[in-house]
């Protein structure tokens, strides 16, 4: 029996003995297996160890009393379609950094995975530029409420990955950190925000100052469309202002994703500093 037999028999052990008490039904399986010794980070494991999703398919057929949910290495919407087709009867596809980095990308999954939604019922934004809108309504009622020098930063950063990989983000993001710091900038002045705009026409202006007409105009639907075709045709770089729209081959959305882990780092390294 060859490795990955005996692997595979350890993983059917390994489920039939949680399912056999008949509670645990459902199960989400990592595809890659953990190296568990001290030579290996948990970032090795996350991209060492090879993927194996046929293990995963072959639970799905051989135990279709369960659900299984696959995980592991899938970093784009066109990868959790592709997923779903190749392997009939997984329950769903987990992405975890992928959709942190760039959740603009994951964006027409209603109309890519399930037909599109009632439009009717959820009036959805069209583009970015109206979900930063939208976003700023809350973002003014969460600074009215708390105070800015603690809250901003965390209002802040939850739009700052929303154009990654568009030409020119990194400027954005910049921008982005300057408003987010500038309560604590005044306070040490000895000034507070009176008179200062709202942050959402801050977070607006952001993003029309640094971002293309394109960029902030584009629908998710047709995000997604560019992304299968420049994936089709090999990948390309569309560089400006030192970052660039990098979609396709080893080049796409996963070098989004090291870049925004890195980014990541940099951030806990500098509270760390801080403290």
């Known amino acids: ?51 194996k999703y046929d293990m995963v398919g072959r639970l799905v057929r051989d135990y279709p009393e369960f659900t299984f949910s696959l995980n592991g290495g899938v970093d784009s919407l066109g990868d959790v ?6 392997y009939p009867g997984l329950a769903g596809v987990m992405v975890g950094r992928a959709w942190a980095a760039n959740p603009w990308s994951f964006g027409a999954v209603d109309d890519v995975l399930y037909g599109g939604g009632d439009d009717d019922v959820v009036a959805r934004p069209m583009n970015r530029l109206e979900v930063l809108k939208e976003y700023g309504r809350h973002a003014d009622a969460e600074e009215a409420l708390w105070d800015p020098i603690k809250i901003r930063r965390f209002i802040v950063k939850a739009v700052q990955p929303i154009f990654a990989g568009e030409a020119n983000a990194k400027r954005y993001r910049i921008a982005l950190d300057e408003i987010a710091g500038r309560p604590k900038k005044l306070a040490a002045q000895g000034k507070t925000l009176e008179g200062e705009r709202p942050l959402s026409e801050l977070i607006v202006g952001a993003a029309m100052e640094h971002l293309s007409e394109e960029a902030l105009g584009r629908t998710s639907e047709d995000s997604y469309l560019m992304e299968q075709e420049k994936k089709r045709g090999g990948g390309e770089a569309n560089s400006g202002g030192g970052e660039g729209l990098f979609i396709g081959g080893d ?25």
Request: glycine fraction near 4%.
């Open 81 to 86: 379609k592709d997923k779903l087709e190749e």
């Open 251 to 275: 080049g796409g959305n996963s070098q989004i994703v090291r870049d925004w882990q890195t980014r990541r780092k940099e951030e806990e390294g500098l509270r760390e500093d801080m403290e």
């Open 1 to 51: 029996m060859d490795n990955d037999e005996e692997e595979y028999a350890r993983l059917r052990e390994f489920v039939e003995t949680v399912a056999s008490s008949g509670v645990v039904t459902d199960f989400q399986i990592h595809a890659r297996i953990a190296v568990l010794n001290r030579k290996f980070s948990p970032a090795d494991n996350r991209k060492i160890p090879k993927l």
